[in-house]
């Protein structure tokens, strides 16, 4: 559970809270339930783990199934996106894939670590493109809890 507001990362297993992490960052514009490509806004939803890259230049990257049914939906009624890709992110969620990363909704959304980044902007500024970033010590922390399909929920 991710509340963007008091910048927190609880993680629960078994309806219990097992760790809670501070002085989280999301995008450098906020968050909402509008977000689209380059916008610098974090996605408000349910997502999962789709994927994971462990030599990210943010130390370690678990990426979401971002866009959701329910950004495809939205989009597609409001004619951000067109039929075949609306189709395309359809058929990837239904199939437990990833859907397209390049469409006008955006990708490569997820929760990942510092890197090499500046500790200090991290602890006074929300600084990411769409995503949750925590400490590189965070992140090794959180992976004890993450696998493939971990239900995320940014609120």
């Known amino acids: 559970m991710i509340d963007t507001v008091s910048q927190t990362l609880a993680v629960f297993q078994d309806n219990q809270v097992k760790h809670i992490f501070h002085n989280i960052s999301v995008g450098r514009n906020g968050f909402g339930f509008d977000h ?25 990257f678990f990426g979401l199934d971002y866009p959701n049914q329910d950004y495809a939906e939205t989009a597609f009624r409001r004619k951000l996106i067109d039929f ?29 670590g510092l890197g090499h980044g500046n500790r200090l902007i991290h602890e006074t500024t929300n600084w990411t493109q769409g995503c949750i970033a925590l400490t590189n010590e965070q992140i090794d922390q959180l992976a004890q809890w993450v696998t493939l399909g971990t239900k995320v929920v940014i609120y």
Request: glycine content about 12%; hydrophobic content about 35%; cysteine-free.
């Open 36 to 60: 689209h490509e380059g916008d610098g806004r974090t996605p408000l939803g349910v997502f999962h783990i789709a994927w994971v890259n462990p030599n990210s230049r943010f130390h370690l």
């Open 84 to 112: 075949d890709t609306y189709f395309a992110i359809r058929k990837a969620l239904r199939h437990g894939e990833l859907p397209p990363q390049d469409t006008p909704l955006g990708g490569h959304i997820g929760i990942h």
